[in-house]
């Protein structure tokens, strides 16, 4: 099992990282949803004023990753990931991240996520498994 440390400089959630997203995970209480919204401001773009696919990635990710971490009530760490990009998205506007449970496992979370535009417009989707680290959260 890996051993992890957070240490507040995670790129994706990371208070103290000043170049990072800074996102802030909301967990349902049951542990099922993760949601997170986020403004990509224009230095996460790719082509011109389109967020870059790899930020997009990211925040699928820190969302799926956030279901296996109240799963497992501590550290998690993505096991796989698959995505699919449906539509781009603008730099500076508003993402709406949705991650939900699919199958719990004894090793395994599943996980479903997207993005989507507060018009509903869907960016991406992905699907992910989490497994346990070890070490103090």
Known sequence: MMRVENNNRCFACGKENPFGLQVHPEISPDGMQVKIECVPPDHFQGWANIVHGGILSTLLD???TYVGIANFDGPAVTA??????KNPARAGQKLLVTANRLKA???????VAEIKL????QI????GKVMKAAGAF
């Open 105 to 111: 496992g004894k090793r395994l979370i599943e996980v």
């Open 62 to 64: 820190e969302a799926i």
């Open 124 to 127: 991406a989707e992905g699907t």
């Open 80 to 85: 796989q990931l698959d995505i699919r990009f």
């Open 118 to 121: 507060q018009d509903g417009t």
